[in-house]
């Protein structure tokens, strides 16, 4: 006779994954037109108005961009640097090279036309 057992396998109870607490920044405003921001005492990123456009700057310089609003560049410092988002540099430099690309297939255009 063979002996029957009922083998029932035991998981860990699955814990979702938890989302970190961070501390909400606080701003201070040293003179105008600069907003400086803190997390727990440590810098975090500031933020200056210049040429119509309020400039954030996250806690490591990092270019955060240029937005319109306070608002919208305190939320920017706030979430910090964004995970595959191209620094405004390399996006500037993209957009020549690829002018002086399209400016020399002209050329080269014109001077197959005049050959």
Do not use: C
Request: proline share 5%.
């Amino acid at each position: 006779m063979a002996l029957l057992t009922n083998i029932t396998a035991v998981r860990a109870p699955r814990h979702e994954a938890a989302t970190p607490i961070v501390a909400p920044l606080s701003w201070a405003t040293p003179e105008s037109k600069l907003w400086i921001a803190s997390r727990s005492g440590e810098y975090a990123g500031m933020i200056e108005y210049t040429e119509g456009h309020f400039l954030a700057t996250g806690s490591t310089g990092f270019d955060l961009g240029g937005f319109s609003d306070l608002g919208q560049a305190m939320s920017a410092v706030d979430r910090g640097p964004i995970a595959g988002r191209l620094p405004v540099g390399v996006l500037s430099n993209v957009a020549i090279v690829s002018a002086v690309v399209a400016l020399s297939m002209v050329g080269m255009g014109l001077t197959v036309i005049a050959a």
